[in-house]
């Protein structure tokens, strides 16, 4: 396992930057905030650390990108940042979530509550599920892992005709794995920055797609014809899970990172760090380091406590923005499905201790 590991002085420039105008504008931060950003060139912070590489196949070796500095973002015409007429992200569940609708309902309201914390100052709003056929894609047959799989890029013609008008961007999801064209195997997601509009998938990170036991390969010799959606109909939805409910979670903040013009992070462990398969993922953060909480909250505008204090809100379940609706349907629906958080406990944990960084009184002004 080897380290990336940064001077000092790259990672303060890295995070301030040398442009005057920009160090002043890191100047009139809080103190708080910037005690807690400042721990991106601290050596020894319990906070931020470097990025470990642990083999040939992860993504910083294996796809050498330019690294982006806080200036670089800030200085790129072409990055999207809200308007005040923009500041929605919709999210479109694509099929179902999960195995029943009430399961399918709860998962992509956990997800909506997570990114309204994570991108504290916007609002997350749902577009009413659509089935598959809605979006009239091609699908396939995966010939090797025999799953069902969608084209991506049809899917994200379809979200751009959707966008609404207040919309900064559009992000569909679904449990039905994708490919972005014939000759791949498979993609975990596809975006066009530019639109503003993503789609991801979140059918690899069940806990047994890779296994022997996946059930969702369809038989053969079904032939699937291009205009017969009912291959849909039950298909296999992984099951709901803490893990699950945290990868979902991380890949829609990392995408939507990207639809602000946020780039690969080479300075940090970081959520926006690149990865090229599901183990690296797993091990990147939930967290943005300083380099790139600077970036997001220079796009939103937002209060680092605030935006803190809403995820562990969101974490200790307490988040919910719409009063809980009695279900009125059916028995099979009427199921009380309590937000798996158990995996997000460490990164809870975490942000507490951000949280007293962001507090802590000056000696100066601490009342005797
Ligand atoms: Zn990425
Ligand atoms: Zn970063």
Redesign the pocket.
């Known amino acids: 396992m080897q380290t990336v590991r940064h001077s000092e002085q790259t990672l303060k420039t890295a995070l301030i930057s040398k442009n005057p105008a920009l160090v002043s504008q890191y100047e009139k931060l809080d103190a708080g905030e910037r005690r807690l950003m400042n721990q991106a060139f601290q050596p020894n912070s319990d906070l931020f650390g470097p990025i470990t590489v642990h083999s040939r196949s992860d993504w910083i070796t294996s796809h050498p990108e330019d690294p982006q500095d806080f200036e670089q973002f800030f200085s790129d015409p072409y990055r999207k940042t809200p308007s005040p007429e923009k500041r929605s992200i919709y999210i479109q569940c694509i099929g179902s979530l999960g195995n029943t609708r009430a399961i399918s309902e709860e998962y992509i309201k956990w997800l909506q509550g997570y990114c309204e914390a994570f991108f504290y100052g916007l609002t997350v709003k749902l577009l009413a599920p659509v089935p598959v056929s809605a979006t009239r894609c091609s699908f396939r047959v995966n010939d090797s892992t025999q799953n069902l799989q969608i084209h991506a890029g049809h899917i994200l013609k379809f979200l751009k005709k959707k966008k609404p008008g207040d919309a900064f961007c559009i992000v569909g999801v679904t449990m039905i794995d994708l490919y972005p064209r014939d000759s791949w195997n498979f993609v975990f997601g596809q975006a066009s920055l530019t639109d503003g509009v993503g789609i991801f998938s979140f059918a690899r990170y069940g806990s047994d797609f890779y296994s022997s036991r996946y059930e969702g390969r369809v038989k053969k010799p079904q032939k699937v014809s291009s205009s017969d959606y009912s291959v849909f109909d039950n298909y296999y939805i992984p099951e709901v899970t803490s893990v699950l409910l945290l990868r979902s979670c991380k890949t829609l903040t990392?995408?939507i990172g990207?639809i602000f013009g946020l780039r690969?992070c080479q300075w940090l462990a970081c959520l926006?760090q690149?990865?090229n398969h599901l183990e690296e993922a797993d091990r990147r953060p939930l967290n943005l380091c300083p380099i790139c909480l600077r970036k997001l909250q220079c796009a939103i505008g937002f209060n680092i406590v605030e935006r803190y204090k809403a995820l562990v809100r969101w974490i200790d379940g307490a988040s919910a923005d719409t009063p809980r609706v009695t279900p009125k349907h059916s028995r099979e629906d009427d199921v009380n499905l309590p937000k798996p958080v158990e995996a997000f406990k460490e990164w809870k944990e975490w942000i507490i201790k951000c949280l007293a960084v962001l507090r802590k009184e000056e000696p100066s002004n601490r009342s005797n």
């Open positions: 990392h995408e990207h690969h926006m690149g990865s």
